[in-house]
């Protein structure tokens, strides 16, 4: 009940913003509240609206359902793991978030892409926390490249941030090049803040139109060779959410066909 008084409360506030967008009535409560905060720009925010998050977030998140490193078996050797579900429900010391250049996060309300998630149920302060890092960086976040925040609201410690190329379906030697360094970007990352365990969902496929099958492949490869070439205890978890992906890095891992 409290979650409820909270969140009509989030509405009304965002609702009162400058520029705050006109809202469907038909729309309940959690996407309107969801449609603010996806629109919202990363601007300061009162700390009264922020106690309001903390407590739904909390209770909405229910972090209670968290899946631990623990709760998995490895798949190929003991560092690498796969596992469907839904990232934002995996307590790990980091998930990787499939960005975009802006790196603040998707502007489409209610938008469905992993992007939009995390930051939904992460809260305002991941918005605002990525717009302190492009304001000193000064330019668009390139492909191939990470950033690491903490991952607030969410039951892992941190996310790492990564821009993956556009294919468009087609593959390119250049796209192949830059889905690898993409990997590779997140595995310093990880290594480089001593994090036990990184979670990578299937970047660059789904709107940015890697086709699956190669996209695996990649990940696979990249993720092998940098645990080989650095003796990391790193654990690594590829996060798949579509039917079609857990059967082809089951393909790929567990028969060697990578």
Known sequence: MKAIVDLEWMVQYLSKEEDAPTLEESEDAFKKWRHLVNVRPPKAISEEYLEHEDRFLKANNNQEEAVALEDLTPVAGDNIYLWKGDITTLAVDSIVNAANSEL???????????????HTKAGIRLRLACHEIMTEQGKKEPVGK?????????????????VGPTAS??????????????????????DRNQLESIAFCCISTGVFGFPNEP???????????????HETDLKVI????????EAIYQKKLIKGDA
Do not use: S
């Not at 603040?104 to 995390?118: E, T």
């Not at 590829?238 to 992906?245: H, K, L, R, T």
């Open 104 to 118: 603040l996060g998707c502007f489409i309300p209610n938008h469905n892409c992993i992007d939009n998630i995390i």
């Open 146 to 162: 990470a950033k690491l925040t903490p991952a607030y609201h969410l039951p892992a410690n941190y996310i790492i941030h990564t």
């Open 169 to 190: 379906g087609r593959v390119t030697r250049i796209n192949q090049k830059l889905l690898a360094q993409t990997y590779q970007a997140c595995l310093e990352m990880a």
């Open 238 to 245: 590829f996060n798949v959410y579509e039917d079609e992906d």
């Open 215 to 229: 996209a695996a492949e990649i990940a696979i490869t990249t993720v092998r060779d940098y645990l080989i070439d």
